[in-house]
């Protein structure tokens, strides 16, 4: 068993905070007091179970309308077992009585604000709904309209249905026409090659042609160079005998 000795600080007086420091004591079950210090604090004598008093520390530092605990002062001690229960020693009954009138302002002045701020938030509240029931409104109307777009698209859908039908039926009429041009042009592959094979036989044919006829133009080009050889040392000869003639005839004549 431990006693604790705690001074709370802050606007501890008027605002009832001693019958809340009474309360959690009790539900904790410890024993005790409290009672007001002049000028402002509050004193707490409380013995019970050391866990017991931590917690009960704990929940002394209140800051909720109009309570608010700034600080506690707390000193530990040994236990007494002085007390049987905890209690709230009051002092006289006029500033007990100014106590409870001035909680019970504040109480009412706190009262009064939310009442205000409640209205406040009414009206806030009813601006929100119609706001609301006019984005409900419009919520309705892009409703109907997308039923109206679901529809369209709907036979867009079942025209696009047809289409690729048709599209499909097409596709099958241009494959088996694909087919036969691929059997056509086989058979032109296979005619071109024959036609090919044909011609290169035509052209060794006529390769070998040419080529006996540049070997036999090739010998009369030489027998005809021979025979104009021929013929030109024997023109040369003669010449060259006519000259001579003339020179003898010139020499006799005196002339050379």
């Known amino acids: 068993m431990k006693r604790v000795v705690v001074i709370a600080k802050g606007d501890v007086q008027r605002v009832g905070y001693r019958d809340e420091v009474e309360r959690i004591a009790r539900k904790l079950g410890l024993t005790g007091y409290v009672e007001n210090l002049k000028p402002y604090n509050v004193k707490i004598v409380a013995e019970g179970d050391e866990d017991k008093l931590r917690q009960f520390i704990g929940l002394l530092k209140i ?14 001690h040994d236990a007494t077992g002085e007390f049987s229960y905890f209690e709230i020693k009051r002092g006289d009954w006029r ?3 100014f106590e409870r009138l001035d909680a019970a302002g504040r109480l009412l002045h706190r009262s009064v604000e939310l009442g205000e701020k409640s ?4 009206e806030k ?9 006019e984005l409900g409104e419009k919520n309705v109307e892009l409703a109907e309209r997308s039923v109206e ?6 036979k867009l859908v079942e025209k696009s249905v047809e289409l690729g039908k048709m599209s499909v039926e097409l596709a099958e009429k241009n494959l088996k026409l694909i087919e036969k041009s691929v059997g056509l042009g086989e058979k032109s592959v296979i005619i071109g090659e ?3 094979r044909a011609m290169r036989e035509e052209s060794e044919k006529t390769r070998e042609v040419v080529r006996e006829e540049s070997e036999k133009t090739r010998s009369e080009i030489k027998l005809l160079r ?3 050889r021929e013929y030109i ?3 040369l000869k003669d010449i060259r005998n006519r000259i001579m003639e003339i020179e003898a005839a010139l020499k006799r004549a005196g002339i050379m």
Not at 149 to 154: F, I, P, V
């Open 63 to 76: 800051q909720k309308y109009p309570i608010f605990v700034e600080e506690l002062d707390v000193s530990w």
């Open 95 to 97: 500033e007990e009585l």
């Open 119 to 122: 209205v406040e938030l009414g």
């Open 125 to 133: 509240n009813l601006k929100l709904a119609e706001r609301s029931v």
């Open 149 to 154: 777009l679901g529809e369209k698209n709907l």
């Open 194 to 196: 024959e036609i090919l």
């Open 226 to 228: 021979s025979d104009l």
């Open 233 to 235: 040392e024997v023109s």
